[in-house]
């Protein structure tokens, strides 16, 4: 008898837990993972290698450490859409494949939000190669600035992604600057935003915007309005009909992301790439199709908010998922999505985080320490403790 086929689609947090749990539940089935490169990288560092305190090989890994291949078969593509009435994938750069059923996780993509130039002047924390930019660019502009001129960053929004960076730009700056015969006051560094990291208490985000201001950021309460080659305009607030102008050499913006334009692409209902489904994670009117991650919606019981989009939900969705397709193969019902928070750190650079765990407020250093061990937390429920050898993730060091 022909096995079905399972077809997981992306291999970030999601998709590859997801894998990871199937091959161990091994259900009677044929499991194809796809991903358009052949590596997993931890999005949640992103911001490392945008500053240069980590190469991309430090924060990536191959997807082959988590194939089995006894059980699945990877293929190294790119979807462009989804046609769920006859149940096949489409490719930008192969034949197309059909699926029995089908695993969506294919992730966040940067959000313009329709603001003026953003999509051609801003610089975007998304994934290797806009990192890799970032850095580069980064490298570049220091090095042409005369003595006397000055560089100015700027970073739109306060989110994880904004502080992380920012976080880690100021430890690194003595460093860059220094390689590129700069002082290191040649070189400024705002932030424009309407709230910082609003998911902590007012003592937490107070905390963050004190550490930061001391190293040197300036905070600006506003709403990045329009961008040009050299400047951002922000408003004091959405109805603002005045806007201020700030010099920004750089600008990057790390002010929202959306689902994957696959979604969009397909015939899913969706809001911006994302998809709000049901409580067992499966697509409304399409029961052979689930998706988690960041281009699936959950909505939380408690506020009827949807839940942020983390790597935290992503990987426990891809547990009930997983064990979800192996109940529907058994003919047994599937069961609902209950997330259980284990917490919330955000780095302010190598040493220092704030955060909040099993409802108590952390930050400095015990924090810090925190977010080491729950990043290698992920690496073990994904790629397994010989990646987290291989990658020496506790005890990484920048390399300069
Ligand atoms: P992803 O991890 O984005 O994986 C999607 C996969 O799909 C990728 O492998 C990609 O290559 C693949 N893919 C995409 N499009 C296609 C296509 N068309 N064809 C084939 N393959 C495709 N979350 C936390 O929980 N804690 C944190 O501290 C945290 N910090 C963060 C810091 C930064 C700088 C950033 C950028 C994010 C942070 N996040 C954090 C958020 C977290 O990274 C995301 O929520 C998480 O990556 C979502 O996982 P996912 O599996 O949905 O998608």
Known sequence: ???????????????????????????????????KNSYHCEKTALHEVATGAASPGDICYPVSSV??????????ATVSKIEHHSKTIVFENREPLRYDYLLIALGFEFESFGIKGLSDYAYQITNIPSVEHIYKQLNEKLRAVKPGEKL????????????????????QLPFLTKAAHLK??????????????PMFSEDLSGYII???????????????????????FYKESKASTDSSELTADMFVWAG????SSVITNSDFKSDRGRVLVNNNLTVPDCEDVMMIGDCSIVIDDVTGLPYPTTAQIAMQQADCAAANIVAIFNQKPAKDFYYKPKG????????????????????????????????????????????VIKKQKLFRKKSM
């Open 256 to 259: 929202g992301v959306r689902g």
């Open 344 to 387: 919330t750190v955000c780095s302010i650079g190598r040493h220092d985080a704030v955060g909040v765990v099993m409802g108590k407020q952390l930050r400095g250093v015990t924090a810090s320490v925190l977010k080491k061990v729950i990043d290698t937390r992920s690496i073990v429920l994904i790629g397994g403790v010989d990646t």
């Open 210 to 232: 004190g550490k930061l201001e001391k190293k040197g950021v300036t905070f600006i309460k506003g709403r990045v309005a329009n961008i040009t080659a050299n400047s951002v």
């Open 184 to 197: 290191r006051d040649q070189v400024s560094v705002s932030c424009v935003q309407s709230n910082v990291l």
């Open 152 to 171: 100015s960053i700027v970073v739109g929004g306060a989110g994880f992604t904004s502080i992380e960076y920012i976080g880690e730009l100021m430890e």
């Open 1 to 35: 008898m022909v096995k079905k086929k399972i077809v997981i689609l992306g291999a970030g947090y999601g998709g590859l837990r997801a894998l990871k749990r199937l091959q161990d539940l091994k259900p009677n089935a044929e499991i194809v993972l796809v991903n």
């Open 67 to 76: 194939v089995d291949p006894q059980y699945t078969t990877f293929i190294k």
